[in-house]
């Protein structure tokens, strides 16, 4: 399953922006679905998370409240929406799925199947 994950660019401190994850290939309405960053120079950290039944979500604290994670099932896509950004925002976010995951594995890169390719966010002073 190819996943791709789009949205990203520059924005500046206090903004917006809404990242998208989707395959061309399979259905992931019921994939469990998370989105990862790799800060420059930094280990890859979980963001946060959809599960694959019943659309329960989870995240990191640094983004609690921030960062809403949303499907569109009518798509085949789940979204990132990221508000009131900060620098230390600033990373590639990649998002990842898998059919079989539960919910407590969800924050787990391994946990993972499948990987997007990444995409930049760059968020400025």
């Known amino acids: 399953v190819q996943l791709q994950a789009c949205g990203g660019g520059l924005v500046q401190a206090g903004g917006s922006l809404r990242l998208s994850c989707t395959s061309s290939?399979?259905?992931?309405?019921?994939?469990?679905v998370g989105w990862f960053r790799q800060p420059p120079g930094k280990e890859r950290e979980f963001v946060g998370a959809?599960?694959?039944?019943?659309?329960?979500?989870t995240y990191a604290d640094s983004v609690k409240v921030r960062f809403i994670i949303s499907r569109d099932k009518s798509k085949n896509t789940v979204y990132l929406q990221m508000n009131n950004l900060r620098p230390e925002d600033t990373a590639v976010h990649y998002c990842?799925?898998?059919?079989?995951?539960?919910?407590?594995?969800?924050?787990?890169?391994?946990?993972?199947?499948?990987w997007g390719q990444g995409t930049q966010v760059t968020v400025s002073r």
């Open positions: 959809v599960h694959r039944s019943g659309g329960s979500t």
């Open positions: 290939e399979r259905n992931i309405n019921n994939y469990g």
């Open positions: 990842a799925a898998s059919p079989s995951i539960i919910y407590s594995s969800l924050p787990i890169s391994s946990s993972y199947h499948y």
